[in-house]
């Protein structure tokens, strides 16, 4: 038998309604922000990643998947969110719309990564993006929203951690001093990080390898060399978050596994298994670094199937819908009454089953009482001439005589 590659999930019955339970509950949070959707192609051209996440990301480096399509155009298929979101705004001139603009996305992202626990090679992820806005009043409100998130889904115990990476400005002095203390030890770091020194060393305390991980224990950190602007940024985010009431921790060691980033970065991180359910931050360069004029924004995803491991783990009695009614019917005019009124209580609304065996009345009974039927409404012969039948509430036990009418049905279940 085929079976699915490696790191994918197949979504089933059993958990979908569980999704859909979820995401509406999340899309209800970021439209109460004004936050309106947008879809972007699974694939972009590659260099859209290349340029945005940076050259130099594990992302780019290692997880990509990338392959030339037929026409010879290197085409990769979307690792992350944000990158094409941004070209998109830009393609279609969404920046001429009254700023900032608040978009939000639902979409499946692909990286080849080392499968193991809530780490997949397709995974979904909800995420927001505001543009426009160089406040700290944007940030604040970003990670308010995602808080929000947590909140309606019932999920406790998840920590908020914050730090500042900087602009290009304090940024550029830091790596100096960052450069001096890894270049003590460069020849025992991976190839990877070696090939990082001099493009992009802030990348090297993002390595997941065992022997960088020690070697970077007590490396400089970015927050202690901000300048004046990154500085007032910082402390102004930390203080409202104060105001709005919500902890946080700070961090010095988020530096975020993508490039664009700038000013404050944030992750939510789940205290039991410890894995970041959310993660974001500020990237006030990626507009333009696609060609647009100077934008700032800020934005942030949740991996989906992280999510629900929490969610699941919290709200236990989430029950799937059940259907409304199952109409028993045998015999050639009692089953054509059965599709009658099936149909136009479908239409209604209602979730309605129906024999479609030509199955006895015992086993009609059986399969009824296996899908969790909430009523049984009997049609036989004298239900038909007399066009009365019973209607029987399967949990309490309850019966009620109705007309074989739609209106009266529906009145009685
Ligand atoms: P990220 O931190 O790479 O950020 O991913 C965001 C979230 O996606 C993670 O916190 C995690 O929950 C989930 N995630 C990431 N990789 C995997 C994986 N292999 N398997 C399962 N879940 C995963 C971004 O992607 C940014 N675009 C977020 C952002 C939006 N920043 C600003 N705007």
Sequence with gaps: MIQKPKGTKDLLPS?????QKVESKVKKVLESYNFKEIRVPVFEHTELFQRGVGETTDVVQKEMY???????????????????????FLENGIGSLPSPVKLWYNMGMY?????????????????????????????????????????????????????????PKCRSEYQKILREFIGKNLDKYC???????????????????????????????????????????FENVKSMLNVAGLKFEIDPGIVRGLDYYTKTVFEFIDEKSGLTVLGGGRYDGLVEEFGGQ???????????ERLMEIYNEYNKDVEDKKPDLYILSLGELENKKALELSL????????????IFERSFKSQM???????????????????????????????????????????IKNNI
């Design 15 to 19: 958990e979908s309604y569980k999704w």
């Design 66 to 88: 990338t392959f030339n399509d037929k026409g010879g155009r290197s085409i990769t298929l979307r690792p992350e969110g944000t990158a094409g979101v941004v070209r998109a």
């Design 111 to 167: 990286r080849y990564e080392n499968v193991q626990k809530g780490r997949l090679r397709e995974f979904h992820q909800i995420g927001a993006e505001l543009i426009g806005s160089k406040s700290y009043l944007a940030d604040v409100d970003t990670i308010l929203m995602a808080n929000n998130i947590f909140e309606e889904l019932n999920i406790p115990n998840i920590k908020l951690t914050i730090n500042s990476i900087g602009c």
């Design 191 to 233: 190839d990877t990080c070696k090939t990082r020194f001099e493009k992009n060393p802030m990348r090297i305390l993002d390595c997941k390898e065992k022997r960088c991980k020690e070697l970077n224990i007590g490396a400089p950190m970015m927050i202690d060399y901000l300048c004046d602007e990154c500085k007032e940024h």
């Design 294 to 304: 100077s934008t700032p924004a800020v934005g942030f995803a949740t991996g989906v």
């Design 344 to 355: 136009n209580l479908r239409k209604a609304g209602y979730i309605v089953e129906k024999d």
């Design 366 to 408: 059986k399969y009824a009482d296996k899908i969790g039927a909430k009523n049984l409404l009997v049609i036989g012969e004298n239900e038909l001439n007399s066009n009365i039948a019973k209607i029987k509430n399967m949990k309490s036990g309850e019966e009620k005589e109705v007309k074989l009418l739609v209106e009266d």
